[in-house]
Structure formats: C-alpha cells, structure tokens
C-alpha cells in the first residue's frame, strides 16, 4: 500500500521535476554557449529570460495573442538585446582580465533589474494570465497539465533544433571550432566576432522562449525573477559540465527533478540551497562537471 | 566653519562613514583572496554573516567583552573558510568562484532554517558597540598588517602562487596550503567586518548577506584596481558612497550605478589603480631625487 503511494508519487514527482528542470535547460544552454566559446559567465542572461518573459506578457495581455506568437516575440526581442548587451559590455574587455567583463556583466543585469523595474512600477510581482484552456490528461499514474505538455514540447523542440544547427550547419561548426579553440578559429577565417555575436543570440533565443514559458508555468513575473532562476541554471551548466551543449540539457533536467523531489520529501524551506549543495558535491568529486572535458594544467 | 562642524557631526553621514569603514574591513579580506593569491570568491558576504552571527550571539548570550566576541567572529568565519576551501581550492578560476557561490547561497538558507538566529524574522536586540573609532582603529590595523603580511615571505608565495601556480610550486611552495592559508585570512577579516556590523545595526537578517553583497564587495576591490590596497580603500569609498551623491537621482540611482559599472571596466579595466604601485613609485622619487642630489655633489 505505501509503496504503491510511493511510486505513484514518485512518477508524479518525476515528470514535475522533468518540467522544471527543461526550462533550467533552456536556460543553462545560453550560458553553456557562451562560456564554451569567450569563457564569460554572462551574469546578465537571467536579465535577458526575465526580459523574454515580460515581452510574453504584454503581448498576451495587451494584444492578446496566442501563446505561441509570445513565444516567438519574446524570442525576437531578446535576440537583438543579447547581441546588444554583448556588443557595449563584453567586447570592448574580451582582451582583458577575467573579471572585468564579470563586473561588467553584473553592471548590465543591475542596469535591467532597474530598468524594468522603473517601466513597470516597482518590483512587486505582476500575474500571468491563464492564455490557454488548462485540461488534466492522466496517463498511468501520472497527471499531465496542459502547460506541462507545452513547455516539454517546446523545449524537446528547441533543443533539437539546437543540436541540429550546432552539428549540422556551417555556422554550427564554425561555433564549435571557435569554442575549441579561439585563435586558431580566427586563423582559418572564421569571423569570430560573428560567431560570438550568433551564440549570444541563440542563448537569448531560447531564455525568451523559457521566460514565456515559465511565466506560463508558474503565473506570476517579477523584475528579479531572473536572478535565482539564472544562478541555478548557471549551476545547472556547471553541474553538467560547462561548455557541453548535451551537458546544460542533463544539468538542468537533473536539477529540476532533484529540486522537486527535495521539495517533496519535506525540505522545502532548503529549496533554494538544494541546487547549489548538488553543485558544490559534484565538483568535489567530478571538478568539470558531469560530461565536462578534464582540465590540463599547461606550462 | 559652521556648516563643516554641522556635516561632520551630522550622525548620519557619520553612519556612512562608518559603515564604509566596516565594508573596507571586508574588502581588504577579500582582496588577500582575489587581489593578492589571485582565487575567485563569489561568496565572500557568507563569511561576513557567519562573523555577524556567532559574535552577535555571544554578545547576547554569553555577555563577553565586544573585543572577544569579534575575534572570535573572525576566527569562526576563518574556520570555515579553511573548511571550504580545503576541499574547493583545489578547484580553478571560475569553478572555485561558482563553488564559492553555492556556499554563499547555502549559508543563508541555513541561516534562515536556523532556530537560533532567529530565522527569516532576523536577529534583534544586539547591543550597539561598534563606533567610528573603533572601526576606524581596525581598519588601521588591517591595512598595516596586510602591508606587514604582503612583503613577508608568506606574502611573496601568496603573489608567486597569483602570478603563476606551477612556477610557485616548482619554487618550494605548496598552493593548496598557502591558498589555503590566503583564504582564511582573508575570510578572518571578513568575520571582523561582519562582527562589527553586527553591532552596529543592531540587528541581522540573512536577506543582508546574499550574493548581492558579495557582489558589492568583489565591485568595491576590482574597481578600485585589484591587487593593490589603495585600490581597494579607494573602490570602497567611491562605490560605497557614490549612492548617496546619487540620491538627487532617486529612482534612476541603481541604473546609473549599472551603467557606472560598465562604464568604468571598459574605460579602466584593471580598476581605478590598476597598475599603480604606491610604494614602488615613493622609492623611485625618492631615488631620482637622490641620484639628483648625487650628480649635483659630484658636479661640485
């Protein structure tokens, strides 16, 4: 008997958890991209998502689209302001120390914080609207939501998209080339500063389309929202193996289902420090991650 | 005349200055980390609250002398850190700064699951002890004590290990241990500041140490120009009271401030005083002018 409840809550958990944990994935990918290529923790990436998710609200509330059409704008709107923050606070330093373009990316994220914040009013949080007719599908012991369906959907879709452009298109493989190895990428005419520009705008594609979606998934958005969010799928990155596009698809699922099951066996008032514990005890015993690459120490 | 007398004992811009003070405390500590042993700490603020609240606590349940308790603040902030930073220094560059992170994150939610320190509520009732004198007295002592430690041996391998690592450690000095020596040390001094905040707010609430802070310090040492100490006393002062002068600004205040951080990285990458070594410039003025006085005599 308790062990049926058990498996039936298990399975419940797990599909939770598999939901939260790929939008941590569309996240973690963004910053995995870009760390794989210019070794940058962009801080302001939780800006840009927070960003995708207020532009998914005022089109389904103001305009009253289809979800779908939010997705897709939200995309569109942070795809040029990614390549814009990159352009002003990260190029000018991409020579310089390793914590200049850090502190510059912490300036930006605090510049959105308030700028969103002053557009909107104060940082108190605004609610989402139901945009679509929420049905419960059962299927074994598990309930589905409809926006369950959706965000797995949506992000299984991107996801391969992703993987097909990375291994399959030339501007996939000139990414992968420069991520291998920066100057050598510039030798071989690869315009790195192009590359650069289409990781952060692929990143800042698919933290819109999470925005939306978690905005969909949780119904309510605030200006700030992207900074929990945003450490957590950098761990999530980390947690996988920073760098690896397969490694932010697993850090991120594994860290959605790992927090929901913490939450559901009594820890909730641990939930934000479940993420960053799961971090700290892997790297202690995996210091690069899941699928990471071992670091050589060079002379 | 009056108007100085009046802004000086004006307590609240004295309340300012302190508190500049206290975060100077802190920025120093972090600048033995980040500065001068050349290790990523994302997580610093922890270390100031782990300070804050094992001095608060003693202040108020075991009613021993201020002094004892903010040592003993510090030293229990170093304990940790040794214990961080044993097994996580090991890690590199940005790996440590990530673990260093989470441990942040996770010493506040500890904080707030904590019956003792009173959980999200915050700790109150905490005696007001710290003053601008004695906060300005430790200040003295950390920035000559750092200068003492910087030209010591030690502080020479902490340099060699920041400059580079395998020629360090093909030179005698073991980096996980002077790492680790650097990293307690510079997270004593975080324990101090926290004590003295702790005491001087009068009251403690995790939400005070979450990364945000942490942020704030790293800001107040990169800015200032890493690795040197005037850098790190002239990063303090200008971000910790760069808002206030932008009260008149009211709303857009944090929106400056962003853009103030980008700004002052693109046009001055390695901070404020990056670069400059005061100590080496005194000597090379002081040897012109004796290679001047020199020329002259034999002239004569």
């Not at chain 2, 002068?245 to 009211?250: A, E, I, K, T």
Request: with cysteine; hydrophobic share 55%; proline share 3%.
């Amino acid at each position: 008997m308790f062990w049926q409840q058990f498996l039936q809550q298990f399975w419940q958990q797990l599909v939770n958890g598999v939901t939260l944990g790929s939008t941590y994935a569309l996240i973690a990918l963004g910053y995995t991209m870009v760390y794989g290529i210019i070794q940058l923790i962009n801080f302001a990436h939780g800006e840009v998502y927070m960003i995708g998710a207020f532009t998914g609200l005022i089109l389904v509330t103001v305009y009253k689209v289809n979800f779908m059409v939010a997705i897709l704008a939200a995309m569109l709107v942070c795809v040029p302001l990614a390549i814009l923050i990159e352009r002003v606070a990260y190029r000018p330093l991409r020579r310089s120390t390793r914590l200049a373009p850090l502190i510059s990316a912490l300036g930006v994220s605090i510049f959105l914080q308030t700028l969103v914040t002053l557009i909107k009013g104060g940082p108190n949080p605004l609610a989402f609207p139901q945009v679509i007719q929420d049905t419960v599908y059962v299927l074994g012991p598990v309930r589905f939501s409809t926006v369950q369906v959706i965000i797995l959907v949506m992000a299984s879709l991107l996801m391969v998209f992703l993987q097909f452009t990375v291994k399959y298109t030339r501007i996939g493989k000139a990414m992968r080339a420069t991520s291998e190895d920066y100057e050598t990428a510039s030798l071989m005419g690869i315009n790195v500063n192009r590359v650069v520009s289409f990781t952060f705008a692929v990143g800042a594609a698919l933290a819109g389309a999470g925005g939306v979606l978690v905005g969909m998934y949780f119904n309510s958005i605030h200006p700030f929202m992207g900074v929990t969010v945003g450490l957590k799928s950098f761990c999530a990155a980390v947690l996988g193996g920073i760098g690896s596009i397969p490694g932010a698809m697993l850090g991120g699922i594994f860290l959605g289902i790992a927090e929901v099951m913490g939450v559901a066996a009594g820890f909730d008032t641990y939930k934000e420090a479940i993420a960053f514990g799961l971090l700290i005890l892997v790297l202690l015993f995996k210091p690069t991650g899941l699928l990471g690459l071992p670091i050589q120490r060079k002379v | 005349m009056e108007a100085v007398v009046n802004v000086l004992t004006n307590p609240y811009y004295i309340q300012v200055v302190t508190m500049m003070g206290i975060f100077l405390i802190a920025a120093l500590g972090l600048h033995v980390i980040t500065g001068v042993t050349g290790q990523f700490s994302f997580g610093h603020a922890a270390f100031l609250s782990i300070g804050a609240y094992c001095s608060a606590l003693m202040t108020i349940h075991l009613h021993t002398p201020f002094i004892l308790n903010m040592l003993a603040g510090g030293l229990m902030a170093a304990l940790w850190g040794v214990l961080l930073g044993f097994p996580s220094l090991r890690l590199t560059g940005d790996y440590l700064g990530i673990t260093t992170l989470g441990f942040g994150e996770i010493v506040r939610v500890v904080f707030i699951n904590m019956k003792i320190t009173g959980g999200a509520g915050g700790l109150g009732g905490i005696p007001r002890e710290t003053n601008i004198v004695i906060v300005y007295i430790v200040v003295a002592l950390t920035i000559w004590g750092l200068y003492r430690i910087q030209n010591s041996r030690f502080g020479r391998a902490l340099a060699a290990i920041r400059e580079d690592e395998i020629a360090a450690e093909s030179m005698g000095i073991n980096p996980l241990l002077y790492k680790i020596k650097g990293f307690a040390l510079g997270t004593f001094f975080a324990g101090i500041s926290g004590s003295l905040f702790a005491h001087m707010m009068q009251y403690l609430n995790p939400a005070d140490f979450g990364f945000a802070r942490s942020f704030e310090i790293l800001n107040y040492v990169v800015l200032g120009g890493l690795g040197s100490i005037p850098g790190a006393i002239l990063g303090t002062a200008v971000l910790s009271l760069a808002p206030e002068f932008l009260r008149f600004v009211q709303e857009y205040r944090m929106l400056i401030y962003g853009a103030l951080m980008v700004l002052m990285m693109i046009f001055r990458p390695h901070g404020l005083l990056g670069g400059i070594d005061f100590a080496r410039l005194y000597k090379k003025i002081k040897n012109k002018r004796k290679s001047v006085e020199n020329k002259n005599t034999e002239s004569i």
